[in-house]
């Protein structure tokens, strides 16, 4: 597509429930990211995935939280048994390392709230 | 030590001020460095990347001091429409993969 897109744009669950976020990257980029942003806070880095493999997923705060991608496109953040720390934005990039400057673009986020 | 590091503001000028806002990275083999602009509960967004001999982009400067390992951005005559928090971003030599973010600068643009 033409951008990152990313759904749903807004979940509340309640404590304890799993939760699925997605992510659609821009079409043709090989790499992927999941980030997450508390209210006020700085991005923290998850997950990073290199087509369907994830090389790099020491920011996954615990096992609840997994992440896969699929035919090198779609990625799928779950998070299990949530908790109302897990409260968030959680946001998806994705980039072409392939041309010039390796530059990441954000999708519009995920929020959630944990009730 | 934090690997990229930002004074985060807030800075508060008046509309036509002229701004700048400096980022620290502490390892001296990054590569590639960016701006990204934040606006209050909106995606970071892509503002400039920052080359070796500095770039400008209308109202906006970014220079890059490799031997300081700073890197800077200038706003000139500030707009309304310039309040937002901008972001530092780096990208390691030693891992093409990373990304590390600064906890952001927020400019207020008063009127």
């Known amino acids: 597509g033409a951008g990152v897109s990313q759904s749903p744009s807004n979940k509340v669950t309640e404590k304890g429930k799993d939760v699925e976020l997605r992510c659609d990257p821009i079409s043709g980029h090989t790499a992927l990211y999941w980030y997450r942003q508390s209210l006020g806070q700085g991005l923290e880095f998850l997950i990073y995935?290199?087509?369907?493999?994830?090389?790099?997923k020491s920011g996954l705060p615990s096992d609840r939280f997994s992440a896969e991608r699929t035919g090198g496109s779609v990625s799928t953040l779950t998070i299990q048994r949530t908790q109302q720390e897990d409260s968030a934005v959680y946001l998806c990039?994705?980039?072409?390392?392939?041309?010039?400057?390796?530059?990441?673009?954000f999708g519009a986020g995920s929020r959630l709230t944990v009730l | 030590r934090k690997e990229v590091e930002q004074d985060p503001g807030p800075f508060n000028v008046p509309e036509g001020a002229t701004v700048a806002f400096n980022c620290t990275y502490s390892?001296?083999?990054?590569?590639?460095f960016f701006w990204y602009r934040q606006d209050c509960r909106k995606e970071p967004k892509l503002l400039m990347s920052?080359?070796?001999s500095g770039n400008e982009d209308g109202r906006f400067t970014a220079q890059l001091n490799r031997a300081s390992q700073y890197i800077s951005l200038l706003i000139r005559d500030s707009k309304l429409s310039d309040s937002a928090t901008y972001l530092c971003v780096v990208n390691p030599l030693y891992n093409f993969n990373k990304f590390y973010f600064g906890s952001g600068t927020k400019l207020n643009v008063k009127p």
């Open positions: 390892n001296s083999a990054s590569q590639s």
């Open positions: 920052v080359y070796s």
């Open positions: 990039a994705s980039s072409n390392r392939g041309a010039g400057a390796n530059v990441l673009t």
């Open positions: 995935f290199q087509g369907n493999s994830a090389p790099d």
